[in-house]
């Protein structure tokens, strides 16, 4: 019985800290929307708050705008640049020294571009544009 009582106080407290938690966000939206409310809420949660249990900080996440600011390259596509951009040829090593990717990595993208004819294979581990 003692466990279960103090499952639940600790559920409760998870709870509050929760409600507390979704306040935050919720004075964040009105805030970002001009809405003239206040921010008080009026809710059982609010009657049955404890003090002792502290509220954590609400991070917040970057604007849409900055993530549109710059375009997603994917892997594959930087790796078929930095072949086109090598000339006659360029070795798996090179490779991975330019981009940063692992060989794993590497060996799974130069498939998907050899099975899209865009590169060819001039050796083992040696790679040139079609």
């Given at each position: 019985m003692k466990e279960l009582d103090t499952f639940v106080k600790t559920f409760g407290e998870g709870l509050r800290t929760l409600a507390q938690g979704v306040h935050a966000i919720a004075d964040k939206l009105d805030?970002?929307?001009?809405?003239?409310?206040?921010?008080?809420?009026?809710?059982?949660?609010?009657?049955?708050a404890d003090d002792t249990v502290q509220p954590e900080t609400v991070k917040e996440t970057p604007d849409v705008a900055d993530a549109k600011e710059k375009p997603a390259v994917s892997a594959t596509a930087v790796v078929y640049?930095?072949?086109?951009?090598?000339?006659?040829?360029?070795?798996?090593?090179?490779?991975?020294?330019?981009?940063?990717?692992?060989?794993r990595k590497l060996s799974n993208i130069l498939y998907q571009l050899r099975k899209q004819?865009?590169?060819?294979d001039v050796s083992k581990g040696v790679y040139t544009k079609k």
């Open positions: 805030s970002y929307a001009g809405s003239s409310d206040d921010g008080n809420f009026e809710t059982e949660f609010d009657a049955a640049e930095k072949i086109c951009a090598a000339g006659k040829s360029i070795t798996m090593d090179q490779l991975g020294e330019e981009t940063g990717f692992g060989r004819n865009k590169i060819k």
